[in-house]
């Protein structure tokens, strides 16, 4: 990984394109785009491209029906108790709640042990399958799961499985889809071992079509201040991700006191058409446990995130921000509780129920707003954390909206302070 970050830190610091070759990188880095290919090669050349044209703009648009088949299998729409809705990534959430998934009911049995595919969702960068799974007898060990698409191999992943006897134990398969046909066959294969030792194996064959619905578009949208520089060069993004890929270049003063605990994050926030505010947190990064190691020898930092889209918003900020997890700020959810760090004092002014929601009011301070949207969370008794499902920015307050499922008792409130956010540094796209 560090050898990568030297060699796209090398490609940034000493790229030159020819004006008449220019042309023809923009074309390759389209074409790439509509074929959705994510190899490290390729995505370095995209930038190159994005770093030398600047605001060249690639928009590929793949518009088809949506229509979900699995032959006599099809059950209908999905249930409110959505395996892909309650135990998915944020961005499979999503597109479960909004009815984009499709509901199965296949099973299949094997020494005891039965699954059941309930739950089937595919796009320009994913497949993902909801099942559950029972045992006569108590199971614990690993599985093994492969994936073909119309016989292209997807790869395949591995887990640990600790079901109880007579109980259901319910997850997700989650397979990366790039350059696929838009309809097709999903041949899905799982294996549970005890002890190095399989012990029960599953086949599914589903016919499925793609969710439409793919935007690349090559940005080099900048910002600088004080000395910090900060870049969004490539944007990518069907119906259940949104996938960024920026730089971002720390002056010494800054750079020297990353330490190990540190990361790089980012928040993407958009305001809707009411007046409200919602904000996604990444649900992967590549490379970003490796922000500290590469600030010790470089000024600059790659990464690629990946985001659940945002709704019904005409534009965006990604703002990006260095965090600490280790110093979460934890106080009983009670009125005039203050959450104190080096970024200012929150206090909570009041809580209520509206819209059917969890309504906390704060007296945000110093604080902007768009950290208190991002970073403060209600915690249950269980140690469960939910973030806001939107929040209002009222002057000197800032209204958070909560689905708290269960009861509403012996909750906290968390807010996780950060070391360093760059306001200024905000970029916005529209």
């Known amino acids: 990984m560090e050898r990568l970050s030297r060699e796209i830190g090398a490609e940034f610091e000493d790229i030159y394109v020819p004006t008449k070759e220019l042309d023809a990188r923009v074309q390759k880095a389209l074409e790439i785009g509509q074929k959705r290919e994510r190899k ?20 590929i648009a793949v518009l088809a029906q949506s229509f979900w088949n699995a032959d006599e299998n099809l059950s209908g ?9 309650n135990h998915g990534d944020p961005g499979i959430n999503l597109v479960a709640k909004e009815g984009k998934t499709t509901a199965l009911n ?18 320009e960068s994913r497949v993902a399958v909801g099942y559950e799974v029972e045992a006569e007898e108590a199971k614990k060990g690993q599985v093994y799961s492969t994936m073909s698409f119309n016989g292209k191999d997807l790869g395949g992943g591995t887990g640990n499985w600790d079901i109880a006897a007579d109980q259901t134990h319910r997850g997700i398969l989650d397979f990366d889809a790039e350059d696929l046909a838009d309809a097709g066959t999903i041949e899905l294969n799982v294996e549970f071992s005890e002890f190095n030792e399989k012990q029960a194996e599953w086949h599914f064959q589903v016919k499925v079509e793609k969710e439409p619905g793919l935007l690349v578009r090559g940005l080099g949208l900048e910002k600088q201040d004080e000395g910090s520089r900060f870049r969004v060069s490539l ?40 007046g409200s505010f919602i904000s996604n947190r990444y649900y992967r990064q590549s490379g970003n446990w490796g922000f500290a190691e590469r600030m010790k020898v470089s000024k600059s930092y790659t990464s690629h995130s990946e ?12 703002i990006p921000y ?36 969890l309504l906390v009011k704060l007296d945000k301070g110093r604080v902007p707003t768009e950290l208190i949207g991002q970073n403060v969370q209600i915690e249950d008794k269980n140690f469960n954390r939910y973030k806001n499902v939107f929040y209002r920015d009222k002057g000197n307050y800032v209204e958070l909206y909560f689905d708290i499922k269960g009861k509403k008792e012996d909750l906290n409130i968390v807010y996780q302070p950060v070391e360093y956010f760059f306001e200024d540094l905000a970029i916005e796209i529209e």
């Open 40 to 59: 490290k090669s390729n995505r370095l050349q995209l930038l190159k491209v994005n770093f030398a044209a600047i605001l060249v703009v690639g928009i």
């Open 106 to 123: 296949l099973e299949e049995k094997s020494n005891g042990m039965t699954i059941k595919i309930k739950e089937v969702y595919f796009d």
């Open 307 to 318: 985001f659940a889209p945002l709704r019904k918003v005409d534009s965006f900020k990604v």
């Open 77 to 85: 729409s999905v249930a409110k108790d959505s395996i892909l809705s």
């Open 322 to 357: 260095v965090i600490d997890y280790n110093k979460a700020i934890t106080e009983p959810l009670k009125q005039g509780a203050v959450l104190s760090s080096q970024n200012g004092i929150i206090q909570l002014v009041s809580m209520t129920n509206k819209e059917n929601r």
């Open 235 to 274: 944007l990518e993004e069907t119906a259940s991700r949104l996938e960024l890929t920026t730089s971002f270049y720390l002056p010494d003063d800054i750079r020297k006191t990353i330490t190990d605990d540190m990361l790089l994050e980012m928040i993407v926030v958009g305001e809707q058409p009411d």
